[in-house]
């Protein structure tokens, strides 16, 4: 079933029209807010917000490199305990590649480390954590300029150690160089 949604959202992207954007895989830098939907983990919606540089490396290939400021609050109290933990904060660092499947519909891939910025001891253990991501994602012009692009993408996210699954929705503003 998920295959059909997926079909029927890439028929609809294609019918798009292309003429504000003839080449999306052009020097780039996006910024935007985040929402970060937790799965099988004790933390509710998250939040944030992110920074990603794009370069050309292929004719449809970028180099993706991100940065993100992400907050987590509890569900409610953890086992064993009768007070309820502040929000845990993580900042993200990752890289990869993003292939433009036409000028608008992309699909990336990113590795990289998760660093804990808490201060509370609501963080197992110390150190840093590995995460990759798998997303897509969609690039909307605004206005009649061919560089300034609303990229709006969703992705897959697993941090090491079964710290936190995740799906997140980003909606940022992408300038063109």
Do not use: H
């Not at 029927?8 to 929402?35: D, H, V």
């Amino acid at each position: 079933m998920k295959n059909y949604y997926f079909l029927l959202a890439l028929l609809l992207f294609k019918g798009m029209p292309a003429a504000a954007q003839e080449r999306a895989n052009t020097m780039a830098l996006s910024i935007g807010p985040e929402l970060n939907i937790a799965q099988r983990s004790a933390y509710n919606i998250g939040y944030g917000v992110s920074a990603k540089f794009e370069l050309p490396v292929l004719a449809k290939v970028n180099l993706v490199l991100t940065g993100a400021y992400n907050r987590f609050s509890y569900k409610s109290f953890l086992i064993g305990s009768a007070i309820k933990p502040g929000a845990d904060s993580y900042i993200p660092l990752k890289g990869g590649f993003k292939y433009y499947l036409d000028p608008r519909f992309y699909i990336e891939l990113e590795l990289g480390t998760i660093i804990a910025n808490n201060t509370s001891t609501n963080f197992n253990g110390s150190g840093n954590l590995f995460t990759y991501s798998l997303g897509t994602g969609l690039l909307i012009p605004v206005g009649s300029s061919k560089s300034n692009l609303l990229d709006l993408g969703l992705r897959y996210e697993d941090w090491s150690k079964n710290r936190l699954q995740q799906f997140a929705i980003r909606a940022a503003y992408r300038f063109g160089f």
